[in-house]
């Protein structure tokens, strides 16, 4: 079974917008904090944004402070992150996954989506 579903994800011209969904099962997301990561060609998965299973708390990336912001609706069971001027260097797969803690390592997250590609054009 599918249990962490991205969309979302798409082409978007250099300060553009665009906003992730993921959505997990009952299960999974009543129970975890919330994580996004992002893989760029030719390098390490790195760690973007997390929210804490109430929502209360949250970490973000000094590479995408002030442009991205991560939210969660538990009645949907969905997590989003919400992506402002967006910069080439932004061109990634973009991860849902969901772990114990908010800012505890990558490791950590033990539940993981399949990606949603986001390319940032120039």
């Known amino acids: 079974q599918v249990q962490l579903v991205e969309s979302g994800g798409g082409l978007v011209q250099a300060g553009g917008s665009l906003r992730l969904s993921c959505a997990a099962s009952?299960?999974?997301?009543?129970?975890?904090?919330m994580g996004w990561f992002r893989q760029a060609p030719g390098k390490e998965r790195e760690f973007v944004s997390a929210?804490?299973?109430?929502?209360?708390?949250?970490k973000i990336a000094d590479s995408v402070k002030g442009r991205f912001t991560i939210s969660r609706d538990n009645a949907k069971n969905t997590v989003y992150l919400q992506m402002n001027s967006l910069e080439p260097e932004d061109t990634a797969v973009y991860f849902c996954?969901?772990?114990?803690?908010?800012?505890?390592?990558?490791?950590?997250?033990?539940?993981w989506g399949q990606g949603t590609q986001v390319t940032v054009s120039s």
């Open positions: 996954a969901a772990g114990p803690t908010y800012d505890g390592p990558q490791s950590t997250y033990a539940h």
């Open positions: 009952g299960l999974i997301f009543r129970f975890n904090a």
């Open positions: 929210i804490s299973r109430s929502g209360g708390s949250t």
